[in-house]
């Protein structure tokens, strides 16, 4: 500040304040922005653009509630001396808008507190998710900040503005209008969102001689390529799992990376739940090469290699459909081989299920296979009567398959018919098929444009990157999976002025409408038939517009195709069957890679593997014996003439001789986050093979890297005691019965363990436990609906702040995530051995702090950091925790978690290997005095941002809490005297469901309930009262609040290996029917 | 004064055996402890000894720098072995620092005569390892500027520590125990500073000498006064010796961990503090013997005495991890029998096996009179026993947490280079201490020693006095 003395503008006898009279440039912006933001640009006549942009959003301010469209942090401070309506500072007000991914929109309700989107969830109102979101949607949140972001537009490589590129492309595009497009060439992501389409239309019309293309990575080519051999025309297939007893998967994961995974997963917990009167659940068989989410909630899996997926499918057609040529599988001594005794047998029970429940049963094949095994499925489900019960299909629009499309442009690049190329997204240099040569490619346009949110690998190859606008900062549109309508709308100005496809796609086609609101509103208006501002209004409100779903249809299966489409899946069979199979898969929590640069999704741990920050060769353990290699080393795999170097991760449950690749690591562009990530298979997929091949190769060569997993830190070997101990208390961790033991005795989680004594020495009544609080929370986590998505994980983390900590922290098993979800393998026993070769059945289990009443964590803290409310929530003080770590130690479910370092002001540094003195690399790079200023606007402002040395954990989500129950207060003392004397209990109520946690809000299975026990009509207490409802680790006497609902399974009746049954459960002189011991108290 | 060979082990029912050697009178004892301190160059080995272990103790200082200023993830505590290097190294030196205390406590309440030529440094061996000890739970806490708010401190917000943990338990017998045993080395040490003052030829000497002397004049009522006081310390400090260890002990018992949470913790510790106490003492006692020259009041049978205490404080250790199978075995609970089983048979089972070697094995030559009467045998033995008293926190703290209840969360502990550095700092810290202790304060309790001698009491027959001619 300039020194007060040398006041200049003397004879002023009032100064505005003291910065006034100091003159400071601050002080100066601050006059210029008394006004309300953009209110000074008014005044600059210069830019026709700007004006229009400002009265868009002034529009938007007036009539939309679009209030929390607005940067506000860059703001000073003034205070209201009137508050405009409908804000309350301090606030979160929440907005539907939808996200799109791989083709379909995902409906979501975005959080934004005073104008700063903060957190994802899903839509409630939207028939998909049921409020639910995946973990994709709720981490693009984070990507709106990252700091890796690309900032401005580019041109060769060197920074420009929009401005710069619209004089450039108007003059360009203009000769290209001249040619009717010669030349021109558009390469697009899917997308589902009618605007984009009108605009390619419009597109079109001008440039008729251009072409557009689509590709994604992760496509379903062979599902719809399988419809057209079924219907002669594309259909989309929707399962209804809710209403289906028997669920045939053919290498699908329907429950994981699936566009309408929320509902699924949603339906199919619903059929499991057993709670009618005959206790009935659905059984689902899968047969697949990847160890799926799907796989891991089977109650029969059979680990299969995706190209003998033809086999199974073959199989179960010829007894279905009664085909004798289909029978050739069988009779070919290869195939012969490859359909092993217990596989056939396993099929067997499957075929025998589907054809007890015609009409209730479903077969699904997953993207994966080719269109022939689609093909079977059709006519399967038809024949079975599930069409129009349990499945059902929409028309989609006929384009050419993803592969079919980018290997058309490629063709016309190579032939140089294309000059100028415009790609809406995407990142074809790094995940197009690896025979096209992508890069070099390019460098045969003459132009090349590229919309993308970095810099990355194809935007370096460029002449020019446009910096695209994430979608909660711009207009756009989308259809769900079924078709719904929704709108994207923004919540945030762009922060870095990016634009999106349909912003760019109107400066190509000098369309009057520039924005994209303008457009989106031109799109709804021609689809609704004309101007309806309540109806547009009411979309915006609700995030969907009602009954925009195209209506399902049931059409007919041709079966002509049938014995072409067999003798063409039994030549691909033979070819591909022989040698290593390579299997690519779509990365459960890094998508096709694009969510590489995303923290969130590179920590949360892959559902199955535990692995984090990197992509892993994924090898049984009995084919990385039969290599030689363990965790850890590696490989070199060849296929045709390419070749990779890459880390093996070991997978119990694959096929033996089946290598899965996820896609998605490996990025080349040099994020914060994504570099040296894992391992790019892309590098691998050719145009001929996009799903899986056979005749691989797989070398173990010298070396060895380092993988993180936030579980099994170092290989547990069942063969150890260590291994066999896990085995050996699963049945009392992880409660489960078949269903037809639940039907007998339906307490059983109650008498897995043998409880010796709950007697104490001590006085345990102290005043908490015994509930002198209002309310006594608690919750229950379903096992039998949990599928073991990991949504809850990442909802926790955008609710509370919660740092991500590097590969190098997660090795060290530093992770923060409050609430994890464990995973076990039950190994089938052999001998008095466990055979790591055998999974039996996967246990995932979510665990979150217990909130013990008699909590061992309080007893330790030497200074009382961890305390009792009254309410029985067991909190954290973060102010007075000076770090002992007692509490952790002593905590038997592990949930604590400490700051080691300030993780929220360090980069997420990766480990150096080979390095003795870290230092620098390991924990002061990069570190700075605040949190990122981008990252920091991402912070839930009611939660603490804890700093290193302090203690953590879950806390029921207590800022929910205490936001429902001032709530609730409020209501309370708004009621007439008279009203408040006649409660006789003076309790303020707090109605049960009005809060939930983060974890619960976003499960998709609806399996976290959270409530309070001291209303006996409360869900939770129902659940407490549950028969399957037991506590973990009860016999420590601890009296956790958070309490397990067991799992059920539904083997078929009589099949040779029960995925669970009951004899597997009886730990060590546990009886099933045993006495709860002396003492017991219920 | 000669210093011909005597062996003073030998015993002879009818006489006993002497405690100092080649010693007719207290003039030449006190030539003798003194010229330790008076000699104007200390031998080299001092030298060479302080330079390294300086340097050590500076490196233990950086390290504690760069972790406050950096992070308590500077080490390699993880998520399921929340305590790693820092609370193994305070249990491994609050047990160091128990022989000290008992030499000087329990031995002179039992009038065990023979104490004496060894009390003086073996309390100050527990000061410095009680320092070394008190530096780890200060530093180990997630924020170190705020360890004060572990002490009962009066505050605005009336908030008192937890007392119902064992961690403040522990800052009470710590420092309790700290506090006495400081004051009882103090007063013991008064007569011989007096000593030090009246020989001082230099001012500054003869000041600080004197400062500290406190005005001793030897006189009757001196002699009455300073007897008290020395007896009812001894009384005093006695329960401590058992006291701070079981108290340490609870840390772990207390706790509902399977591996920690056991009874036979408290005796099991207080034997094996003093089990690796006099290992300590006996690894200080033979190079300081040997380079100072003080054989004829350090003897062979006092060395001998003390392998006799870590020959059967090692087999009470041994006993007790014996028990804890058994317990573990009997108690039928799932965790408890994984617990021991994993420590003998899991991913730590080199570091139990080098425990049960080092503390059970290895002291079982003491049976031997030949072996626990030879130098390298009985260095190498108390080598041993420093590395397995080490170990055995090690695997206790780190086995036990490292696998407990869930399998999900289960981890492996790896140190880092700041854990090891700052276990050879404390070493280094420890060292330097003593070095100086040895260079400017008595190292041989010459009042007592002297009362010992058969001179100090003329008219008994019988006593510790004639020397057996060998």
């Known amino acids: 500040m300039p020194s007060l003395n040398d006041s200049k503008p003397t004879g002023q006898a009032y100064w505005r304040s003291l910065d006034h009279l100091a003159d400071t440039p601050e002080f100066r912006v601050f006059m210029h922005r008394e006004f309300p933001a953009g209110a000074s640009e008014l005044l600059d006549s210069a830019d026709r653009r700007h004006f229009l942009k400002i009265m868009g959003a002034s529009m938007a301010l007036a009539g939309l509630g679009m209030a929390g469209c607005r940067r506000w942090p860059q703001e000073q401070i003034v205070p209201y001396a009137n508050r405009p309506a409908g804000r309350d500072p301090g606030v979160p007000v929440q907005y539907a808008t939808c996200m799109e991914l791989g083709g379909a929109a995902r409906a979501l309700l975005a959080t934004s507190h005073d104008g700063r989107p903060t957190k994802i969830e899903g839509n409630d109102r939207h028939p998909a998710g049921r409020g639910a979101a995946d973990i994709f949607a709720q981490a693009s949140v984070l990507d709106l900040y990252d700091p890796d972001r690309s900032r401005s537009v580019l041109r060769e490589g060197k920074k420009a503005t929009w401005r710069e590129f619209t004089d450039w492309a108007s003059g360009h595009f203009a000769g290209l209008r001249d040619s009717r497009g010669h030349g021109l060439a558009v390469l697009a992501e899917a997308s589902s969102s009618p605007s984009l389409r009108a605009m390619r239309r419009r597109f079109v019309e001008l440039y008729p001689r251009a072409t557009w293309h689509e590709y994604e990575p992760l496509n379903n080519d062979g599902e719809v390529e399988g419809a057209r051999l079924a219907f002669g025309a594309p259909y989309r297939t929707h399962l209804d799992l809710a209403h289906a007893a028997v669920i045939i998967s053919l290498d699908a994961d329907f429950l994981g990376v699936h566009p309408d995974a929320l509902r699924h997963i949603g339906d199919f917990a619903a059929g499991r739940r057993a709670d009618d009167a005959a206790r009935t659940m659905n059984r689902l068989h899968v047969f697949e090469s990847d160890f799926t989410l799907t796989g891991a909630n089977a109650d029969h899996r059979s680990a299969v290699r995706s190209a003998d997926i033809a086999l199974v499918a073959a199989f179960f057609a010829a007894r279905i459909l009664g085909d004798e040529a289909l029978k050739r599988f069988e009779e070919d001594a290869a195939a012969g081989r490859a359909l092993t005794t217990e596989l056939r047998r396993d099929l067997e029970a499957a075929v025998t299920d589907l054809q007890a429940h015609r009409g209730s049963g479903v077969l699904v094949a997953g993207p994966r296979q080719p269109a022939q095994v689609h093909l079977l499925m059709h006519l399967m489900n038809e024949a079975l009567g599930n069409v129009g019960r349990t499945v059902a299909y929409t028309r989609q629009p006929d384009q050419p398959g993803h592969a079919e499309s980018i290997h058309a442009l490629a063709g016309r690049l190579e032939e140089g018919t294309v000059q100028t190329l415009v790609m809406l997204g995407g990142n074809p240099v790094y995940n197009a098929p690896a025979d096209l040569r992508f890069v070099s490619l390019l460098e045969k346009a003459a132009v090349t444009i590229h919309l993308s949110d970095y810099n990355d690998e194809t935007s370096q190859w460029c002449d020019w990157h446009i910096n695209r606008a994430h979608y909660l900062e711009t207009w756009g549109d989308g259809r769900a999976w079924d078709g719904t309508y929704s709108v994207c709308q923004p919540l945030i100005e762009p922060l870095f002025q990016g634009k999106s496809a349909l912003e760019l796609l109107a400066a190509l086609t000098d369309d009057g409408f520039a924005t994209g609101q303008s457009i989106v509103q031109r799109t709804f208006t021609d689809m609704v038939g004309g101007e309806n501002g309540p109806l547009w209004r009411q979309t915006l409100h609700d995030g969907l517009l009602a009954g925009s779903a195209p209506p399902k249809e049931t059409p007919a299966v041709d079966r002509g195709g049938l014995h072409q489409a067999t003798q063409a899946l039994f030549a691909r069979w033979s070819a591909s069957s022989g040698g290593w199979e390579v299997v690519f898969s779509p990365h459960p929590t890094l998508y096709d890679g694009r969510f590489a640069n995303n923290g969130w999704l590179q920590e949360v741990p892959d559902p199955m593997t535990k692995l984090t920050w990197d992509t892993a060769v994924l090898l049984s353990p009995a084919a990385a014996e039969e290599l030689g290699v363990s965790r850890g080393d590696m490989v070199r795999i060849g296929l045709a003439d390419r070749s990779i170097e890459a880390a093996v991760m070991i997978q119990p449950g694959l096929p033996a001789r089946s290598v899965i690749l996820p896609l998605g690591g490996g990025r080349a562009f040099e994020g914060r986050i994504c570099t040296g990530a894992g391992f790019d298979f892309y590098r691998l997929r050719t145009s001929e093979m996009m799903s899986f091949a056979g005749g691989a190769t797989i070398t173990k060569i010298p070396g060895s890297y380092e993988l993180a997993t936030t579980q099994d830190h170092h290989t547990i070997d069942v063969e150890t005691v260590a291994g066999r101990s896990i085995q050996d208390r699963l049945p009392a961790l992880f409660r489960e019965a078949d269903l037809e033991e639940y039907r007998h005795h339906p307490d059983f989680a109650r008498h897995r363990t043998h409880v010796v004594h709950r007697l104490s020495l001590f006085e345990e009544d102290l005043p908490h436990q015994a509930g002198e609080g209002d309310y006594a929370w608690g919750m229950s986590i379903d096992l039998n609906a949990c599928v073991g998505c990991g949504a809850c994980i990442v909802a926790c983390q955008a609710e509370n702040n919660i740092p991500i900590v590097g590969k190098d922290q997660v090795k060290r098993g530093r992770e923060m995530h409050w609430i994890r979800v464990d995973r076990y393998f039950k190994f089938a026993e052999r001998s008095d051995k466990y055979d790591p070769n055998r999974v039996q059945a996967v246990a995932v289990q979510p665990v979150v702090c217990m909130h013990c009443q008699n909590a061992p964590c309080e007893q330790v803290c030497p200074v009382a950091a961890t305390v009792h409310d009254k309410d029985g929530l067991n909190v954290m003080v973060y102010n007075r925790c000076i770090g002992t770590r007692y509490c952790s130690n002593n905590c038997p479910y592990k949930v604590r978690r400490f700051n080691y370092f300030d993780y929220h002001r360090r980069g997420p540094l990766r480990a150096q290997p080979g390095r003795l003195l870290q230092v620098e690399d390991e924990y002061f790079t990069e570190k700075s005095a605040t949190p990122d200023e981008l990252k920091q606007l991402q912070f839930n402002p009611e939660v603490t941002v804890r700093m290193r040395g302090v203690m953590e954990k879950c806390t029921y989500c207590v800022q929910r809490i205490s936001r429902a129950r001032i709530v609730a207060k409020n209501a309370y003392a708004q009621l007439p005297q008279a009203e408040k004397e006649k409660r006789k209990d003076r309790r303020i109520a707090i109605e049960d469901g009005a809060i939930t946690p983060a974890c619960a809000q976003t499960c998709p299975a609806r399996a976290i309930v959270f409530g309070d026990l001291k209303d006996p009509d409360s869900r939770i207490a129902g659940l407490r009262r549950h028969e399957r409802s037991y506590e973990m680790l009860e016999e420590l006497n601890v009296k956790a609040r958070t309490t397990y609902l067991a799992k059920l399974r539904n083997p078929a009746p009589g099949s040779w290996d029960g995925a669970g049954n009951g004899a597997a459960h009886e730990a060590p002189a546990h009886g099933n029917n045993s006495q709860d011991g002396g003492g017991a108290e219920h | ?470």
């Open chain 2, 1 to 470: 004064m000669s210093t011909q060979a005597v062996d003073n082990t030998l015993e002879d029912p009818t006489r006993r055996a002497p405690l100092v050697l080649n010693h007719d009178d207290f003039t030449s004892v006190t030539e003798e402890i003194c010229r330790v301190n008076e000699s104007p160059r200390p031998p080299k080995a001092w030298y060479v000894s302080i330079a390294i272990s300086s340097m050590l103790a500076s490196l233990f200082g950086v390290l504690i720098l760069y972790l406050v200023f950096t992070g308590v993830g500077v080490w390699g505590n993880m998520n399921p072995v929340m305590w790693g290097f820092p609370i193994v190294n305070f249990v491994f030196w609050v047990g160091i620092g128990h022989a000290g205390t008992l030499i000087s406590a329990i031995l002179f309440l039992f009038r065990q005569k023979w104490r004496t030529a060894i009390n003086r440094f073996a309390e100050a061996m527990t000061i410095f390892a009680v320092v070394c000890a008190g530096t780890f739970p200060g530093i180990h806490i997630g924020r170190v500027w705020l360890a004060y708010w572990l002490f009962p401190i009066p505050n605005q917000m009336e908030m008192w520590p937890q007392f119902r943990s064992p961690l403040l338990w522990d800052v009470f017998a710590v420092g309790t125990y700290f506090t006495v045993s400081l004051l009882f080395w103090y007063v013991g040490m008064i007569p011989d500073l007096a000593t030090l003052r009246d020989r001082a030829c230099g001012k500054i000497k003869a000041i600080a000498y004197g400062f500290f002397a406190m005005g001793w004049r030897g006189s009757m009522r001196h002699w009455h006064r300073y007897e008290r006081a020395y007896l009812l310390l001894a009384a005093l400090a006695t329960p401590l010796v058992l006291s701070v260890h079981s108290v340490v002990s609870f840390d772990f018992a207390v706790s509902q961990l399977p591996g920690w949470h056991t009874t036979i913790f408290p005796p099991y510790f207080v034997a094996g503090a003093i089990f690796g106490g006099f290992a300590m003492v006996v690894t200080l006692a033979v190079p300081a013997r040997q380079w100072w020259g003080l054989k004829n009041f350090i003897t062979m049978r006092h060395l001998e005495n003390m392998n006799k205490i870590i020959l059967l404080t090692g087999s009470m250790v041994g006993y007790a991890y014996l028990m804890e199978f058994f317990i573990a075995w009997y108690s039928g609970s799932l965790y408890e029998i994984f617990a021991f089983v994993n420590r003998a048979t899991g991913q730590y089972a080199w570091a139990y096996w080098l425990m049960a070697f080092c503390n059970v094995a290895a002291p079982q030559l003491f049976w031997f009179k030949r072996l626990r009467r030879s130098i390298p045998v009985m260095f190498f033995v108390v080598m041993c026993v420093n590395v397995g008293m080490w170990f055995e926190r090690f695997v206790i703290v780190v086995t036990s947490l490292s696998q407990d209840y869930l399998g999900s969360s289960w981890g492996y502990f790896t140190p880092t280079w700041v854990d090891i550095g700052m276990l050879v700092g404390s070493f280094g810290l420890f060292l330097t201490l003593f070095l100086l202790f040895i260079r400017y304060l008595p190292v041989i309790a010459m009042a007592e020693v002297k009362a010992i001698m058969p001179q100090a009491d003329p008219h008994a027959h019988g006593g510790h006095g004639e020397e057996v001619k060998a």
